[in-house]
């Protein structure tokens, strides 16, 4: 793009695009004129080979920036009334912090909302020139024969006793003679020739023929709906992220935008009023994705590994779809006839039964048919909830290349909803005491 205007002047970049190398840094060079992100993107890195990448390819054009700490509070202040707080890590909040910065150095901070739903402007926005008159004025070339008569040059060779006094024209003449000599030994060939009789009897078909063949194409246009070709591939990634993008620029270029992948950030950036770019490098206008609501006391939370609600702490957590609009507006869709599954709720709890000083309790030894109730989690404060998950914590992850690694349906785990602890005693708890 010599000569014209990228589309963003600074993008902003969090540790998923880096990591996942999508988009690469040719088409992030095509479409910019700076990269930057902060330190602790780079730190969480640890991989060897991504990180010899990184050194190699994306750092010599990267520019590493601390953000201020008006940033910082502007964020903090902000992600916490959107409820996104809990959910950021400081790496997130110092990109956001990062991206404000910049807005506010190049554009100001007048279309900022610094509170979530703000309706109108913080002020006008700066007057800028436009590109016509940022472009240096060249000035006129004087012509060889004005009103006013001879110009100022042909009137000191005539001064001077010149015979011509516009040697030029002898120039000019010279390249016609250099041409008409290179066409006077300009050869065809004879693949050449035949190339134009191709053509010739191409050009000379009959309209019916030519009606058949786009017919025939029409055809086949038809039979490719449907598929994913490099032409509709964009669409596609698109609606894989769960976000519908403009698929055009807007005329004026972007003073900063950010890449990222994960939704708080993106929730952020969008009711702030901040420029959001898919990987496909094109402006996120809407995004859909999902959150936990409490069928019992509406609480939302967005922490997705939650079990229990945060608020009533009642394991009665519900994934919900919901949006965040261009405006800053977030919304809930939720069922129309939604209807709360009771099955498995009313059981009679085993009796206790005492243990030893290691925990654990033997076989046999109480806890209902089977021993179905012994370690049976309630609440979230229970000692068998937190060692449950202490102990996934520690736990490694499994190799699938192991020798040793056995998949889920031999080992009978395939019950446990992603490894996490069970909560409760399941849907079929009446059928375990017959």
């Avoid at 002898?170 to 008409?180: F, I, L, N």
């Avoid at 420029?275 to 609480?299: G, K």
């Amino acid at each position: 793009m010599d000569g014209l205007e990228k589309p963003v002047h600074t993008i902003v970049l969090d540790a998923g695009p880096i990591l996942k190398n999508d988009p690469s840094i040719s088409s992030l060079l095509a479409k910019s004129e700076k990269l930057v992100t902060v330190p602790s993107v780079i730190s969480e890195i640890k991989d060897q080979a991504t990180r010899s990448r990184v050194e190699a390819i994306m750092l010599p054009f990267l520019e590493i920036r601390i953000p201020s700490v008006q940033g910082v509070k502007a964020i903090t202040d902000f992600a916490r009334r959107t409820g996104d707080l809990a959910v950021l890590s400081k790496s997130d909040i110092a990109v956001l912090a990062l991206a404000h910065d910049i807005e506010c150095e190049r554009n100001g901070d007048w279309r900022l909302r610094k509170t979530p739903g703000q309706k109108k402007l913080n002020g006008s926005p700066p007057t800028r020139l436009s590109s016509a008159e940022r472009k240096p004025q060249i000035p006129p070339i004087p012509s060889d024969e004005t009103h006013e008569g001879p110009s100022i040059k042909a009137k000191n060779l005539i001064a001077e006793g010149t015979s011509e006094p516009f040697p030029q024209k002898d120039t000019d003449r010279d390249q016609m003679s250099v041409v008409s000599k290179n066409m006077s030994t300009l050869e065809i060939s004879t693949s050449d020739l035949q190339s134009m009789n191709i053509s010739c009897q191409e050009s000379s078909k009959p309209v019916d023929e030519v009606k058949a063949e786009s017919t025939i194409s029409e055809s086949d246009c038809s039979d490719s709906d449907g598929w994913i070709t490099p032409s509709n591939i964009k669409k596609y990634q698109a609606k894989d992220l769960n976000s519908s993008t403009t698929p055009t620029w807007h005329t004026a270029v972007m003073q900063v935008a950010v890449i990222t992948t994960d939704f708080a950030m993106q929730n952020v950036l969008l009711q702030m009023n901040l420029n959001l770019l898919s990987p496909s490098l094109q402006q996120v206008r809407h995004l859909r994705t999902y959150i936990l609501r409490c069928h019992a006391c509406f609480e939302k939370t967005k922490d997705m590994s939650k079990q229990f609600c945060p608020r009533c702490g009642k394991p009665t957590l519900t994934r919900v779809s919901c949006s965040t609009s261009t405006s800053g507006e977030f919304k809930i869709h939720l069922k129309k006839n939604m209807q709360w599954n009771s099955r498995g709720d009313r059981f009679s709890i085993p009796k206790p039964v005492p243990g030893v000083a290691n925990g654990k309790v033997g076989t046999g030894k109480g806890g209902g048919k089977g021993g179905w109730g012994q370690e049976l989690i309630l609440a979230e404060d229970q000692k068998e909830y937190i060692r449950a998950m202490q102990g996934q914590s520690r736990r490694k992850e499994t190799d699938l290349m192991d020798q040793d690694y056995l998949p889920s349906i031999l080992t009978g785990e395939r019950g446990r909803a992603g490894g996490r602890p069970k909560i409760g005693a399941g849907r079929n708890v009446n059928s375990k005491k017959r």
